[in-house]
């Protein structure tokens, strides 16, 4: 029961913190500001953002479950806080702001930060370590499609 009280908040979380970042973009992607940017060939259709995010957020919520049960520090919460106000900002900074070097810099501290994770966590969580990869994933590919639009724009 325990297990499943700190789930259902990590994904209580996570989710908002994806409805709030949601929200601060202000239907970033179909302005014409966004439609009218050089994007990257590889940039994916819309509602493919919105499956990966669900997936990423489910399974970031499990590791962080796990990480959370056998490693409950100031630390481990404080890296997870950073992390939430990064995915946050970012939305805002680039979609709202139209700030696209400062969201890359979010961006790049946000992979950065859940490679670290990544990777101090491998012998801790074993093969429960593998469901923060979806997410690292996601922010590189994330990561490129920002750092092309400063490219092009």
């Given amino acids: 029961m325990k297990t499943f009280k700190i789930f259902s908040v990590f994904l209580i979380i996570n989710f908002g913190?994806?409805?709030?970042?949601?929200?601060?973009m202000n239907n970033g992607p179909q302005t014409s500001w966004y439609l009218d940017l050089n994007k990257a060939p590889w940039t994916p259709q819309g509602w493919v953002f919105g499956a990966a995010w669900t997936t990423i957020m489910?399974?970031?919520s499990i590791y962080m479950t796990s990480l959370?049960?056998?490693?409950?520090?100031?630390?481990l919460r404080s890296l997870f806080a950073i992390q939430t106000l990064l995915n946050v900002?970012?939305?805002?900074?680039?979609?709202?702001?139209?700030m696209m070097l400062t969201g890359l810099?979010?961006?790049?501290?946000?992979s950065v930060l859940?490679?670290?994770?990544?990777?101090t966590n491998q012998?801790?969580?074993?093969?429960?370590?593998?469901?923060?990869?979806?997410?690292?994933?996601w922010l590189c590919i994330a990561s490129?499609?920002?750092?092309?639009?400063?490219?092009?724009?």
Avoid: D, M, Q, R
């Fill in 114 to 119: 859940i490679f670290y994770l990544l990777l």
């Fill in 123 to 137: 012998k801790k969580l074993k093969l429960k370590n593998l469901l923060i990869f979806p997410y690292f994933l």
């Fill in 68 to 75: 959370y049960l056998s490693y409950n520090t100031i630390k």
């Fill in 17 to 24: 913190a994806l409805a709030i970042g949601s929200w601060l």
């Fill in 144 to 153: 490129s499609l920002n750092f092309y639009i400063v490219l092009y724009n």
């Fill in 58 to 60: 489910i399974s970031f």
């Fill in 105 to 110: 810099l979010i961006i790049t501290l946000l």
């Fill in 89 to 98: 900002s970012w939305n805002y900074v680039f979609f709202k702001k139209h």
